[in-house]
């Protein structure tokens, strides 16, 4: 159950990332291609809702074109619409297999007792779960290389996976590198906490009998100790892992972006008159000076 709890938590915490990622999408186009003058209905701003039941479901009818950000969010909650959306409609089946039969064997081993299986069964329905928003992504076809919206849900999906779409991969070891030192030092934390709680519960227990060398003071001075620094250690991932999504949807925009190879710096002689040198009825106690003009082309 506590497995259980854990997964729907992550997907709810990945559907509310889904639609911050396409208002934040939706926002970002209307602010550089909005006409303020004889705009159509079509053309009229949808920035006003977060996801449109309407729209997502006249894409899954081919009706209309759909965003990524909406067809991912909207398959979060209805499993299989990013394969009707794409066109793959012969995916639902190993779709619904993958993902109903784990579950369903979780369920039956759980209520049977072999939690142990069942626990595995459930990580497999999640992994499922997971593959069809992959593929989802994976399968939408933009109009254009990169596109933000695929390489932001890349790196969601994937940490790292959204700077190999945008083809830098010399960022690979530096996120990776520092997640993955991250991840081994939570791990490395709790296990260090977990030893001095057991230790500063048995210490504490006048009838257990117990004679090593920690005392219960010193044993609960190191379990805070590694409790602050493995909350550290999550709050270190948490921020990596966001600032790899950031960076995958930022450089995308900035994929395209040139700086032409004429860049220069030219450096000039100046003549400085004062302001009112000539303006002015009466003379200005004020020398014309010489100096440098300087100046950038691009």
């Known amino acids: 159950m506590r497995h259980l709890k854990l997964f729907c938590t992550l997907m709810t915490a990945l559907f509310a990332a889904l639609l911050c990622l396409d ?32 729209e997502y479901f006249g894409g899954l009818r081919h009706e209309n074109e759909i965003k990524i950000g909406t067809m991912t969010a909207g398959s979060a909650l209805i499993i299989g619409g990013s394969q009707i959306y794409n066109r793959q409609a012969w995916k639902l089946p190993i779709v619904y297999g993958a993902i109903g039969g784990s579950l369903g064997a979780g369920i039956y081993l759980n209520t049977h007792g072999n939690k142990e299986a069942a ?3 459930f990580i497999g329905a999640g992994i499922a779960y997971w593959a069809t928003l992959m593929d989802g992504v994976i ?32 960022k690979l ?32 227990d006048k009838e257990s009998g117990y004679s090593g060398p920690i005392s219960a003071d010193q044993a609960l001075y190191y379990r805070n100790v590694y409790r602050r620094y493995r909350d ?42 004062p302001e009112r040198q000539f303006a002015s009825i009466n003379p200005v106690n004020q020398q014309t000076a010489f100096g440098l003009r300087l100046g950038i082309s691009f």
Request: a negative charge; glycine letters at 4%; hydrophobic letters at 45%.
């Open 173 to 204: 070891p530096i996120y990776l590198g520092a997640i993955g030192f991250a991840v081994h030092y939570y791990s490395d934390c709790q296990a260090n906490y977990l030893r001095f709680r057991n230790i500063y519960i048995e210490a504490s």
């Open 119 to 121: 626990k595995y069964c």
């Open 232 to 273: 550290y250690s999550v709050l270190a991932i948490a921020v990596l892992y966001l600032l790899q999504v950031i960076d995958a949807n930022v450089f995308s925009y900035m994929h395209n972006f040139e700086v032409d190879d004429n860049i220069a710096l030219r450096v000039a002689p100046a003549v400085i008159v």
């Open 139 to 170: 399968s939408y076809k933009p109009s254009i290389y990169p596109h933000p919206g695929k390489a932001t849900l890349f790196s969601i999906l994937v940490p790292g996976l959204g700077q190999i779409y945008n083809h830098e991969y010399w």
């Open 23 to 54: 208002a934040s999408a939706q926002f970002k186009e209307q602010a550089f291609s909005q006409q303020y003058n004889d705009d159509t209905a079509e053309q009229a701003d949808t920035t006003d809702v977060l996801f449109s039941f309407k």
